[in-house]
């Protein structure tokens, strides 16, 4: 009897192990390969801590042309977790800290013309994101209390990370490659946050709007 609940308390740990391996191995074939993708996915991950089987599935879906794998492991429901801990995550650590770069910024060079333009079409950015956040966290809670249902609960992020590219490359401009400088730090923060939109909107496209057919 000992034996036996010795050895049921010991298989999670194991299987524990063996997703901390798997994750590993799926995290060195990202650093090994150089492409925009998996320069996205390694930026998700260092926001987020993403559920293994959703890791694995952001690196084979992509390499797929059916669109996505058969994924028994994810639910509608963890899916919709996973992008509810990615608006967190926006709305609480990523746009307060670009803000703050931005306040860095204009307060070094208050006179130049072309920041202050990227400021204001950041602060459009900025307002499209929150509202696009607010109005899925209501389509998630109408979607869990089954008030609404299929594909016209949500909507995809394309519009918000096409204006946010065009702000980084006008900055680019304006910056050096000096990691002192805060234009610098500006850029690193907002191509984070754009490849981070990336993989949430691929996880929206991809994996949940197939779920809710």
Same mark, same amino acid.
């Given at each position: !009897?000992?034996? %036996?609940? &010795? ?13 901390? !391996?798997?994750?590993?191995? +799926?995290? =060195? +074939?990202? =650093? %090994? ?13 260092? *926001? ?6 959703? /890791? ?13 794998? $058969?994924?028994?492991?994810?639910? &509608? ?8 801990? *990615?608006?967190? #995550? #926006? ?17 070094? %060079? ?11 079409? #950041?602060?459009?950015?900025?307002? $499209?994101? +929150? ?29 918000? @990370?096409?204006?946010?590219?065009? +702000?980084?490359? !006008?900055?680019?401009?304006? @910056? @050096? ?8 730090? /500006?850029?690193?923060?907002?191509? =984070?946050?754009?490849?981070?939109? &990336?993989?949430? @909107? ?12």
């Amino acid at each position: !009897m000992n034996a %036996r609940k &010795k050895s049921n308390r010991t298989e999670p740990a194991q299987t524990a192990s063996g997703m901390n !391996m798997r994750r590993k191995e +799926i995290l =060195n +074939i990202l =650093n %090994r390969q150089e492409s925009s993708w998996s320069q996205c996915v390694l930026d998700y991950c260092g *926001n987020h801590t993403p559920d293994t089987e959703l /890791l694995h599935v952001l690196v084979e879906v992509r390499n797929t042309d059916s669109g996505r794998p $058969a994924t028994p492991a994810l639910t &509608k429901q963890a899916v919709i977790a996973e992008l509810q801990r *990615n608006h967190e #995550y #926006y709305l609480n650590h990523a746009l307060p800290q670009i803000s703050l770069s931005f306040s860095r910024v204009l307060a070094d %060079r208050p006179e130049h013309f072309s920041l202050h333009l990227c400021h204001t079409l #950041y602060e459009v950015f900025e307002k $499209a994101l +929150i509202e696009h956040i607010r109005e899925e966290e209501h389509d998630f809670q109408a979607f869990n209390k089954g008030i609404k249902a299929g594909q016209d609960c949500f909507h995809a992020h394309h519009d918000e @990370t096409a204006a946010l590219d065009q +702000i980084i490359e !006008m900055l680019n401009e304006c @910056t @050096t490659s000096k990691s002192f400088d805060p234009c610098h730090i /500006l850029v690193l923060r907002l191509q =984070n946050l754009s490849n981070d939109l &990336k993989i949430h @909107t691929f996880v929206e496209e991809k994996l949940l709007m197939p779920m809710l057919k």
